[in-house]
C-alpha cells in the first residue's frame, strides 16, 4: 500500500512555474481597469452625496413645516381657550344679571324680618340669612363680588350716583350712602352700584 508523500516526505511545496505566472498577473492589474473601478466608485460617491443633499433638503423644508404647523396648533389651542372662557364669562354674567334683582329682595326680606322682634320673625330672618349665605358662596364660586362704595371715593367706572347731598363730615365726592348693592366679576362690572355721594 502506497503512502502520499506531503511536503516533508521529498516533495517540493512551490508551486509550478505556470502557477507562479498567474499570482504575478493578480497582483500586477490594468491601470486602465483600476482607473475604470476608482471612477465608477467616484461616481457612485457623488451620486450618494447629491441623494444625501436632497434627503437633508427635504428634511428641513419638512422640520420647517412642522415647525410652523406646531406654532400654529398652539396659537390656535390659546386663542379657543381664550374663546371658551370668554364664552364662559358672559353666560355667568348673563344669569347673574338676572338673578340681581331675586338676591335684592332676599335682601330685603331679611331686612324687614329684623325689623319685628316676635318669635317667628326671628326664625324667618335666621332662614333668610342662611338663603343670603348659600347665594353669597355661589356668587364667590363664581368670581362674583360686591362692589365697595360707602366711604369710598365716587368712581364713574363702579358706582351710579342717583343722588347728591350737602354733608360736611364726609369728603367732597364721597359715596355716603348706598342704594342698591353694584356687583363684579373680576374686573367686569355685571351692576354698577347706586349711590348717593357728598358735594
Do not use: W
Given at each position: 500500500?502506497?503512502?502520499?508523500?506531503?511536503?516533508?516526505?521529498?516533495?517540493?511545496?512551490?508551486?509550478?512555474?505556470?502557477?507562479?505566472?498567474?499570482?504575478?498577473?493578480?497582483?500586477?492589474?490594468?491601470?486602465?481597469?483600476?482607473?475604470?473601478?476608482?471612477?465608477?466608485?467616484?461616481?457612485?460617491?457623488?451620486?450618494?452625496?447629491?441623494?444625501?443633499?436632497?434627503?437633508?433638503?427635504?428634511?428641513?423644508?419638512?422640520?420647517?413645516?412642522?415647525?410652523?404647523?406646531?406654532?400654529?396648533y398652539d396659537n390656535f389651542r390659546k386663542r379657543s381657550q381664550k374663546e371658551k372662557e370668554a364664552v364662559y364669562s358672559d353666560a355667568v354674567v348673563a344669569i347673574v344679571k338676572d338673578i340681581l334683582?331675586?338676591?335684592?329682595?332676599?335682601?330685603?326680606?331679611?331686612?324687614?324680618?329684623?325689623?319685628?322682634?316676635?318669635?317667628?320673625?326671628?326664625?324667618?330672618?335666621?332662614?333668610?340669612?342662611?338663603?343670603?349665605?348659600?347665594?353669597?358662596?355661589?356668587?364667590?364660586?363664581?368670581?362674583?363680588?360686591?362692589?365697595?362704595?360707602?366711604?369710598?371715593?365716587?368712581?364713574?367706572?363702579?358706582?351710579?350716583?342717583?343722588?347728591?347731598?350737602?354733608?360736611?363730615?364726609?369728603?367732597?365726592?364721597?359715596?355716603?350712602?348706598?342704594?342698591?348693592?353694584g356687583y363684579r366679576r373680576e374686573d367686569r362690572v355685571i351692576r354698577y352700584s347706586k349711590v348717593k355721594v357728598a358735594n
Amino acid at each position: 500500500m502506497k503512502k502520499n508523500k506531503g511536503p516533508g516526505h521529498g516533495e517540493s511545496a512551490v508551486p509550478p512555474a505556470d502557477d507562479a505566472g498567474h499570482v504575478e498577473s493578480i497582483a500586477e492589474k490594468d491601470p486602465a481597469a483600476e482607473a475604470s473601478e476608482q471612477t465608477a466608485v467616484d461616481q457612485q460617491v457623488a451620486q450618494l452625496k447629491e441623494a444625501l443633499a436632497l434627503k437633508e433638503k427635504d428634511f428641513d423644508i419638512l422640520s420647517e413645516k412642522y415647525l410652523r404647523l406646531a406654532a400654529e396648533y398652539d396659537n390656535f389651542r390659546k386663542r379657543s381657550q381664550k374663546e371658551k372662557e370668554a364664552v364662559y364669562s358672559d353666560a355667568v354674567v348673563a344669569i347673574v344679571k338676572d338673578i340681581l334683582p331675586v338676591i335684592d329682595n332676599i335682601e330685603r326680606a331679611g331686612r324687614s324680618a329684623a325689623l319685628y322682634e316676635t318669635e317667628e320673625a326671628r326664625k324667618v330672618a335666621e332662614g333668610v340669612e342662611m338663603i343670603q349665605r348659600q347665594v353669597e358662596q355661589m356668587l364667590e364660586r363664581l368670581c362674583v363680588s360686591k362692589i365697595d362704595c360707602v366711604g369710598e371715593s365716587f368712581d364713574p367706572i363702579l358706582h351710579e350716583a342717583v343722588m347728591h347731598i350737602q354733608d360736611d363730615d364726609a369728603g367732597p365726592s364721597t359715596v355716603v350712602e348706598e342704594l342698591e348693592a353694584g356687583y363684579r366679576r373680576e374686573d367686569r362690572v355685571i351692576r354698577y352700584s347706586k349711590v348717593k355721594v357728598a358735594n
